[in-house]
């Protein structure tokens, strides 16, 4: 089993027998969660490394090795983490199974409970390019188009793939941004010069909003992007170290709270000129901030510091020497860890945001993530 509670000596009791109850509740869904799922729930979900469970392996042959998936797969899965994601406690709230890459071509037809077509290193934009946003709802109207063929044949396993029905009700979820971001910042862009491209960011998202509900979809699940800044990967490689209080990049946080500003506006647009869909959308960034501004609380020892890497303190990231690459090294707890590998959230980390999300503090309008699989 999986270690997913913070272990620290001064950590409330309490609170990891909280942490514990709540983590469990939803390893295990509760009959309350999952009697809230009148109909098998089907996801399909568009982003980038925060939720590809394999795509980028199953895509481009890429080898994503141990110590990735050490914590709850025992082995690696493709997912840059040492055990589960966000998207992976989400569909395990729901008893459904967890989401397998769409380019998976050795994994047969089982996509009854939807596709993941996120992959490492997606960004909005340039949009024709391997994996784009605007390629990933290409590669989902094939899908699409596809299933529904199949399932409309007289062959005995047509069963096994979506129906129309089933595209109809399926929730859609969108999660990227963060990339594109980080690029225009990687590439020497000023803090000004990067907010500069974020209307085009979020207009490819809208773009990909509409098109899904042209299609048919009416029940969206939006998340922001998370603060950027946190990332030991961006503090150990910026050349200006221009830090806030919790030892965050400032103006990388600041040009991801505009980008998240500019998303909700948009989805508020959205709620109107698409006035029989439900838009959702999920505070990430505060969340994961949350775990820096009060690692303590949680039971993190290093907020900055990445569990897999190499360099030792104060962010253990080297961009020669990454996680599971020779020459690096893995700490032996990674539930003291907010990072795994100075890009990516240890599964702790995770379960954690997965916790928050589920409770819908952090959702706007307020929803519980089963809201499109009732009737």
Known sequence: MATLLPHSDSFSFFFVIFISLAVLSHRHPSATAAAGCQAPPVIFNFGDSNSDTGGLVAGLGYLVGLPNGRSFFRRSTGRLCDGRLLIDFLCQSLNTSLLRPYLDSLDGSRFQNGANFAIVGSTTLPKNIPFSLNIQLMQFLHFKSRSLELASTSNPSKGMFISESGFRNALYMIDIGQNDIARSFSIGNSYSQTVKLIPQFISEIKTSIKRLYDEGGRRFWIHNTGPLGCLPQKLSMAQSKDLDQHGCLASYNAAAKLFN???????????????????????????????????????????????????????????????????????????????????????????????????????????PFDFFCRR
């Open 261 to 367: 500003q500019m998303l909700d506006h948009m989805c508020e647009r959205l709620r109107i000129e698409l006035r029989d869909a439900t838009i959702i959308y999920i505070d990430i960034y505060v969340i994961k901030y949350s775990l820096i501004a009060n690692s303590k609380a949680y039971g993190f020892e290093r907020p900055l510091m990445a569990c897999c890497g190499y360099g030792g303190s104060p962010y253990n990231y080297n961009a020669k020497i990454t996680c599971a690459h020779r020459g690096a090294n893995v700490c032996d707890k990674g539930s003291r860890f907010v990072s795994w590998d100075g890009i990516h959230y240890t599964e702790t980390a995770n379960a954690i945001v997965a916790m928050k999300v589920l409770s819908m503090q952090y959702s706007k309008p307020k929803a």
